[in-house]
């Protein structure tokens, strides 16, 4: 069992940066940041696996950035020009192996925190 906590979501202005946080239990190969909208389905932001390859979803990649500690428990993810749309719940997730498919995919993660807040205002 891998717990998941995350931090850092709260409200910015459209143009402004957040950085969230997500610290897990253990270590894990492969973590990743995925986010729910109201009435929307839950979907892929970015994510890494144990080799250090990441994963962007257009409409984040060269917004956002994601990347981990050295120890490789804590899971970042730097937000900038953040967008109205990018409001949502964010979401960390975890999972014991990954390939390049499966790390866009919420099926893909076994492990979710409860999530954080983000709201960016125009």
């Known amino acids: 069992e891998v717990q998941l906590v995350e931090s850092g979501g709260g409200s910015v202005q459209a143009g402004g940066s957040l950085r969230l946080s997500c610290t897990a239990s253990?270590?894990?190969?492969?973590m990743g940041w995925f986010r729910q909208a109201p009435g929307k389905e839950r979907e892929g932001v970015a994510a890494?696996?144990?080799?250090?390859?990441?994963t962007y979803s257009d409409s984040v990649k060269g917004r956002f950035t994601i990347s981990q500690d050295n120890g490789k428990k804590t899971l970042y993810l730097q937000m900038s020009s953040l967008k109205p749309e990018d409001s949502a719940m964010y979401y960390c997730?975890?999972?014991?192996?990954?390939?390049?498919?499966?790390?866009?995919?919420?099926?893909?993660?076994?492990?979710w925190g409860q999530g954080t807040q983000v709201t960016v205002s125009s």
């Open positions: 997730a975890a999972n014991y192996a990954c390939t390049i498919a499966t790390m866009s995919r919420p099926e893909g993660f076994t492990y």
């Open positions: 253990r270590y894990i190969d492969c």
């Open positions: 890494i696996d144990r080799h250090g390859r990441t």
